[in-house]
């Protein structure tokens, strides 16, 4: 039972363009939700969060949004550029511990 | 600035055989966490140790050992390797409670 769910396991965008991941939850009781970005063969690293307090969080290019109704969170990078090209990882945290999602593959295209 | 540091990088064992992961952060956190990661899926988190002298199962722990040997190093030690757990593991730390996880680079893990 998959309680963080990446839909999407890749996603290409023209450079320049927005680039729009989603992530979908099922767990009421999370209390903040991350953004993580992986490159291969390194770890994940973080890149932006949100608390489930708010519906708006906004980091240079990066901003994510909480639908907490549809419990739905995305993740925005305006404008997309060639270096964002990675695995975006959504997570939900929860009594200590972090659940992750499958991934998005983000191709960026010159 | 290290952070978190993993050895060894690549490892290819026989079925039956075991081994140790590393682990080890130059952050001062208290709490470490050791992942595998498997295509198509996100990462699973094996054990935890959230501070010095603690540590926990998580979603995978069978066939795993942990050992929090002081606070900077948490071990992850395979007792008899199977062709299941070929995988990418990956060990990371946070403050205390904290979401903001930092990761080791990871080790590429084949069991043949």
């Not at chain 2, 722990?61 to 008899?80: A, C, H």
């Amino acid at each position: 039972d998959q309680q963080v769910k990446q839909n999407s396991p890749s996603l290409s965008v023209q450079e320049g363009r927005i680039s729009i991941l989603n992530c979908d939850y099922t767990n009421s009781m999370f209390d903040y939700f991350l953004w993580y970005k992986k490159y291969p063969a390194e770890g994940p690293t973080f890149l932006i969060s949100i608390s489930s307090i708010k519906d708006k969080n906004e980091d240079g290019r990066f901003t994510v949004f909480l639908n907490k109704s549809a419990k739905h969170l995305s993740l925005h990078i305006v404008p997309s550029q060639p270096g964002d090209s990675a695995v975006y990882f959504c997570a939900a945290y929860s009594n200590y511990q972090l659940i992750w999602g499958a991934g998005t593959k983000l191709i960026i295209k010159p | 600035n290290a952070g978190v540091t993993q050895t060894p990088k690549f490892q290819v064992l026989k079925t039956g055989q075991s081994m140790t992961l590393q682990c080890a952060q130059d952050m001062n956190h208290n709490s470490m966490y050791w992942y595998r990661q498997d295509p198509g899926m996100g990462l699973r988190l094996i054990y935890y140790s959230a501070s010095e002298g603690t540590t926990d199962k998580g979603e995978v722990p069978n066939g795993y050992n942990v050992s929090r040997l002081n606070k900077r190093e948490f071990s992850l030690r395979l007792e008899s390797a199977a062709p299941s757990q070929t995988s990418v593991y990956f060990c990371a730390s946070s403050e205390a409670g904290g979401a903001g996880y930092t990761f080791g680079s990871g080790t590429r893990l084949t069991v043949v």
